[in-house]
């Protein structure tokens, strides 16, 4: 995953600010890409997997999004890349 090319998809479709974007890659996943993003004081993270699984969590998050344990989705990549 290019993580830089994914902060410029954020920046121009709106998700997140334009201001200075850092960011640091996490471990502990089996077989996920997850970054955590630093923006204007907030934090992002970006998931990614192969399509279906991202497919599958994403509507998991989606049904579940009441739930305040879980975490809020704000944007599923249009081809199911990643999820923020």
Known sequence: MNI?????EL???K???S???DYE???GG???????L??????????ANDLQIIKAESHFLHTYKELNLLPK???????????I
């Open 38 to 47: 630093h923006n204007d004081g907030r934090k992002y993270i970006v998931k």
């Open 30 to 36: 089996t077989v996920s890409q997850v970054f955590l």
């Open 73 to 83: 989705l704000l944007f599923v990549e249009h081809t199911n890349r990643y999820i």
């Open 11 to 13: 920046i121009h479709n």
């Open 25 to 27: 890659q996490l471990n």
């Open 19 to 21: 201001n200075q974007t």
């Open 4 to 8: 830089e090319k994914i902060i410029k």
């Open 15 to 17: 998700i997140i600010p």
